[in-house]
């Protein structure tokens, strides 16, 4: 049931500059992961379902739901406002870093043994990947 008054969806616009990194895994979500940055572009809230959160919409489609991954987290997308600030969300901060260490994160988390493909559009984020994934090559698809 919808907040009284209240459309059942509400839409927001978002900062100038966030982005959404939609993240796209093998079918066993275990062996590889590829992110894609697209522009963050709006939040869209469930007025039925306040607990829920926003959902985030990028310029681009969001990738298919990963598949199930046991203790090894797979989010589906990260938010970053910069180099220095990106975070996932699922119901609470599942992870909130640097863009080099939310790198680290999505390859090793639990256990997890990934290698990761990038596809950037901002020049923050691009020098960030190139600096990591010169220092961890193995990482690397």
Known sequence: MAVADKAPVDVTSTSAGAVLLAITY????????????????????????????????????????????????????????SNDAVWTLDGVFVFVGTFPDFLTWLATNNGANRTLSARLATTPLVNAWNQWRRINPTLVS
């Open 26 to 81: 093998d079918a066993t979500g275990l062996v590889s992961a590829a992110i894609v940055s697209t522009p963050l572009v709006a939040w869209v809230y469930d007025n039925a379902n306040p607990a829920a959160g926003a959902t985030p919409v990028g310029a681009s489609p969001m990738p298919p739901m990963p598949p199930s991954t046991g203790a090894v987290i797979s989010p589906q997308c990260a938010i970053a406002w």
